[in-house]
T-cell receptor, first 113, second 116 residues
Framework: AQSVTQLGSHVSVSEGALVLLRCNYSSSVPPYLFWYVQYPNQGLQLLLKYTSAATLVKGINGFEAEFKKSETSFHLTKPSAHMSDAAEYFCAVSEGGYNKLIFGAGTRLAVHP | DTEVTQTPKHLVMGMTNKKSLKCEQHMGHRAMYWYKQKAKKPPELMFVYSYEKLSINESVPSRFSPECPNSSLLNLHLHALQPEDSALYLC???????????????FGEGSRLTVL
């Protein structure tokens, strides 16, 4: 079965600093990978997705992620953090190419002045 | 319109009550999902309807009963719940049916359920 592992349940950065949220996947077939964000008391919103078209994927709000097959990773980055980026971030994999998402445990991003 | 609307936003019910959660989308999406999210945990899939047919039931207890009256509506009927069922229930939809590969799910804001 496919799965994703998010390294670090909490990440804290200063405003303007680089954001790096880590995600490793386990899959026996080419995966479809996603990053979703959840703001407090809200549903989830898609940040970006990898579906094999390009290894560097750009998403909304200045986020991007790079698919590295050799490292089985799909880390999320943003060059400069904003206070509004504080949220819970979930990496997810689509099982068997179906629209059935398996979520990682999540990483809570805190941004301090 | 890119919204998934869930009602009610908050629900408190006793263990003997019968209540329902409702979800609506008008994006023409062909798959709809129920996820359960406990505090500080990731969402867990409960049910998937694809083209108005139940395609996936993740071994959910029968006290949760899903219903898809038409392609825009999804209900979750609740009966004889337990306190441990208290959680945020998220509805989502996707353009393709379950076997699609776009992968993007559109989530509602959720219904926060408290079982006393």
């Amino acid at each position: 079965a496919q799965s994703v592992t998010q390294l670090g349940s909490h990440v804290s950065v200063s405003e303007g600093a680089l954001v790096l949220l880590r995600c490793n996947y386990s899959s026996s077939v080419p995966p479809y990978l996603f990053w979703y964000v959840q703001y407090p008391n809200q549903g989830l919103q898609l940040l970006l997705k990898y579906t094999s078209a390009a290894t560097l994927v750009k998403g909304i709000n200045g986020f991007e992620a790079e698919f590295k097959k050799s490292e089985t990773s799909f880390h999320l980055t943003k060059p400069s953090a904003h206070m509004s980026d504080a949220a819970e971030y979930f990496c997810a994999v689509s099982e068997g190419g179906y629209n059935k998402l398996i979520f990682g445990a999540g990483t809570r991003l805190a941004v301090h002045p | 319109d890119t919204e998934v609307t869930q009602t009610p936003k908050h629900l408190v019910m006793g263990m003997t009550n019968k209540k329902s959660l409702k979800c609506e989308q008008h994006m023409g999406h062909r798959a709809m999902y129920w996820y359960k999210q406990k505090a500080k945990k990731p969402p867990e899939l409960m049910f998937v309807y694809s083209y108005e047919k139940l395609s996936i039931n993740e071994s959910v207890p029968s006290r949760f009963s899903p219903e898809c009256p038409n392609s825009s509506l999804l209900n979750l009927h609740l009966h004889a719940l337990q306190p441990e069922d208290s959680a945020l229930y998220l509805c989502a939809s996707s353009q393709d049916g379950l076997a699609g590969v776009t992968g993007e799910l559109f989530f509602g804001e959720g219904s926060r359920l408290t079982v006393l």
